[in-house]
């Protein structure tokens, strides 16, 4: 796991490429295809944090955050801010260099961890809130990604994941992606046993106008508590 808190490197690059149909299934691998998502334009994604972090966060008391695939920053930043001591880790090196150049900018400090979720091997049961914002991490037979997810939540702490509104499998197809790849919020819900509370499972509309999201128009939100 390799920590940076360093002053980023310009990352804006060259121009689009053919997207893959398919994620690679290794860590190098994944990295390297959002580092070339990420070069191919300035900014990915909008800039500002997301609405549903920021609804659902408000009322919680701020403690130890961790921002699991945290693109260009944006709700790391926030949730700084807000007070809360965040750990945002991220695959993408381009991605997690935005994010940096970010903090600075706005003069928080956040602790940025370049890596993969599971072979991060965070510490378990060590953060307060653990958000997945729109996660696309690789579903194994194994619920790896999941496992990792859950471990991270302290006692008494809070697991936020939201993602799109899904397509239907016929339709993901015909964009060139198997749903079947990824880790979806019904996975992690299925294993949320008697030691979770779910306080938030819903749908909602979602208002981005600007960045590689915008063209979805609902959320759906889960938000479980860890009672043990
Ligand atoms: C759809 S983007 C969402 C980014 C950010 N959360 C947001 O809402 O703007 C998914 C992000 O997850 C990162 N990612 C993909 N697989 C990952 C993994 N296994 N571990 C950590 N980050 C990962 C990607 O590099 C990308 O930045």
Known sequence: MEHTNHSPADSAGPTASPEPTRFPRDAEAVGAFWDQRYTEKAALWSGQPNGALVSEVRGLRTGRALDVGCGEGADAVWLAG???DVTALEVSRV???RAARQAELQGVT???VHAGLVEAAL????FDLVSAQYPALLRTEENTAELALLRAV?????LLAVHHQL???AEAEAHGFDLREYVGLADLAALLDENWRIEV???RPRHVTEGAGAHHTEDVV???RRLR
Do not use: C
């Open 167 to 169: 397509p239907t499998a």
């Open 123 to 126: 510490p378990p049961a060590s």
């Open 82 to 84: 807000q007070g809360w």
């Open 201 to 203: 499972y819903e749908t």
């Open 95 to 97: 991605a997690l260099d």
């Open 154 to 158: 302290a006692p008494g702490g809070v």
């Open 222 to 224: 889960l938000r479980a």
């Open 110 to 112: 956040v602790n940025w």
